[in-house]
């Protein structure tokens, strides 16, 4: 097993200008599970309750998602999330949350899950992040996500949390939230300070950043002309980016950089459509044209311009 | 003469949280015209007062900058904004506006103007834009800037002068609102059916995008750890860009690419301190180094992924 990942499974209902769904299958690792399925063997470590069918579980084997360590309360609901988006589907309104049986989620991982090469700590409570940071002796590379309302109420814990690991993926408020600092650049070598060696920084329309000790690497978002449902966009990147490194020997900023290509793609295929649903029947070749797209739209030569006369000096 | 800019001089009085100007040269021609002079020879049509003095005509002077058709009115005075940035250096709040002068500009080109190969129309009235287009017959390519004033009171007359010039450039909230339309890539499409042949749409710190038919470029900002002074930032972009054409034989999707390099290094740097005095002292050797700095931070290798078992099919 070479990539696991530690987080929700849900049910989402989402209302958008386009349209909307009840109870479809959603959560940081079940976004997080599908993408990076297309790159790499994915282990999930999570919970959910009775009312999780037949239907669930094949999406996940269907895309060979080792679900072992999902582990299945009977008697329990699987936590529920339902919100809604305006027109502008960036800020998603959260009309219910019933946490269920994720409200005592005591992450249990396998022996197997234990040895993973790269561990994915999707967004949940930053103590439960740290103890199971703190069973994987192995790993190569550990990540994290986490969210507003962390930083906010458990703000210690998680900047502890954050010295353990080795990289951290979250979007642009919370990097700046996260530190104190309104400038973006400034923000992120502070958290780097602390002691991860890289830092993706999600920016949703505009795009995707990496820093790292000493090295910077930006893209721009694919463009698209409509966004369906942005729920799970980020995991869906965390995702790309992690099952491309997970399926790759050494990794070092050449293939950090592909990563993120990765996952940019993958998360703008996510937002095509409600939940999982455009991912879940994504073609290699689809993923490879669009990485494709994104060289095309960003390259340009490198050719330094001399004038003839030199002025202003 | 191969590139021309008709628009705004003035002074400028700014206050940011790090420091104040009372009176600084500034407009949208001057930022424009000081920036392209790095690229190629450019001549300013303007109107000024006669408060302009010596000093601030050897600014122009010592970037070769053409002021043959830079009005003097001698019983004026030189158009006036006064401005504040609170930490949020992306909004200016107005303090002070005295047209003066510049109420009644009349762009008047000499023979030598018209005869450019490229013009810039900085942002004024939309009919004083279009007069000025429909007299150079010859030139290869004339851009404009505009503004949310107005799109707002005069949308019929900038539409209509948008039909009639080959590239528009101006910032993103401009291109939405524009275009009535919240999706940026459907608003470009718009913009762009109406005539222009490219759109460049300037992004602030998250970068600028290039729309032509077919064909999108995007490129992240510089990432600058503290911004000073953002007075002027847009035009100066605008002056790389159109500077760097017109010093090219033959404008191609290539060169417009390498283009949105330079305007964006330029902007970069206009932003390090007040107005224009970090440009102003400018070496070709920083250009060029911060362009490199845009390669590097951009480049990624493209590899497609093919995963050995094939899944979600």
Redesign the interface.
Known sequence: MSLTVVGSVAFDGVETPFGKRDKMLGGSATHFS?SA????DVNIVGVVGGDFTRAEFDVFE???IDTSDLEVVADGKTFFWRGRYD??LNIAHTLETQLNVFADFQPKLSAASLKSRLVFLGNIQPDLQREVREQLKDAELVALDTMNMWIEQTRESLVETIKGVDIVIINDAEVRQLASE?????AA?KILSWGPSALVVK?G???A?LFTDG??????AY?????FDPTGAGDTFAGGFMG?LA?HDGINE?AM??A???GSVMASFNVEEFGTERV?????EE??ER??TF?K???????????A?????
Chains 1, 2 share one sequence.
């Open positions: 599908i399925s297309f790159f790499d269907r895309h060979n027109f502008d309104p400038n973006l650049i400034k070598r920016r329309e505009y795009g950043a090295t910077y690497f930006a893209i721009p463009p698209l002309e409509s966004v491309y399926s050449a950089r592909r993120m290509i990765f879940q029947r994504l073609t290699h993923i490879n990485f494709r060289k739209m960003t390259h340009f030569e490198e050719i330094p311009f001399q004038r006369v030199t002025v202003g000096q």
